[in-house]
T-cell receptor, first 114, second 112 residues
Framework: DGGITQSPKYLFRKEGQNVTLSCEQN?????MYWYRQDPGQGLRLIYY???????QKGDIAEGYSVSREKKESFPLTVTSAQKNPTAFYLC?????????????FGPGTRLTVL | GENVEQHPSTLSVQEGDSAVIKCTYS??????FPWYKQELGKRPQLIID?????GEKKDQRIAVTLNKTAKHFSLHITETQPEDSAVYFC???????????FGGGTRVLVKP
């Protein structure tokens, strides 16, 4: 629960600006994930990382970028190429990257484009 | 890739009654099926999961059943209470790695 933090809680962006969402975990988890949640909908995978310095695109990666330079950090940049970025963004981590390992979620960042 | 469908999208029950949510998946290689509960504005939290080597799992008032042949799994909540009101999501990983594909969610309202 307290092992995954996201900041900021709320973020406002003007059209055409890039913004970076922070995700940090102190659980010593290998794998980290970014999901997007739109009102009344499920979670969709943006990017995931199984180990440091490696990451793969999820189902909706266009307009987003990530980095994984440290095991505990997996920041997400929402670029101006993302046409409809207003959403709730959730970061998650799991101890390992294999199937069946529980994913723990952060508290989320609510992004609004003005 | 994996495709997960969840029904119903909303469910209203009287306190004390049971609630059942069903999910179907497409990838027969999926072997892990978690259920998450999300309260309004909060993070999803795992409430129960099942692996493909068992057909049913219970934890107090919550149970999950799995039918691998039909590729569907269900969440059962008995003796519902107002605090069970939330959105529930099912998920499945597909063939590779721990990428989860989520269902669209079920909003459960327990009426006192």
């Amino acid at each position: 629960d307290g092992g995954i933090t996201q900041s900021p809680k709320y973020l406002f962006r003007k059209e055409g600006q890039n913004v970076t969402l922070s995700c940090e975990q102190n659980l010593n988890h290998d794998a980290m994930y970014w999901y997007r949640q739109d009102p009344g909908q499920g979670l969709r995978l943006i990017y995931y990382s199984q180990i440091v310095n490696d990451f793969q695109k999820g189902d909706i990666a266009e307009g987003y970028s990530v980095s994984r330079e440290k095991k505990e950090s997996f920041p997400l940049t929402v670029t101006s190429a993302q046409k409809n970025p207003t959403a709730f963004y959730l970061c998650a981590s799991s101890r390992y990257s294999g199937r069946g390992d529980e994913q723990f979620f952060g508290p989320g960042t609510r992004l609004t484009v003005l | 890739g994996e495709n997960v469908e969840q029904h119903p999208s909303t469910l209203s029950v009287q306190e004390g009654d049971s609630a059942v949510i069903k999910c179907t998946y497409s990838d027969s290689a999926s072997n892990y099926f978690p259920w998450y509960k999300q309260e309004l504005g909060k993070r999803p939290q795992l409430i129960i999961d099942i692996r493909s080597n068992v057909g049913e799992k219970k934890d107090q008032r919550i149970a999950v059943t799995l039918n691998k042949t039909a590729k569907h799994f269900s969440l059962h909540i008995t003796e519902t209470q107002p605090e069970d009101s939330a959105v529930y999501f099912c998920a499945a990983p597909g063939a590779a790695g721990n990428k989860l594909t989520f269902g669209g969610g079920t909003r459960v309202l327990v009426k006192p």
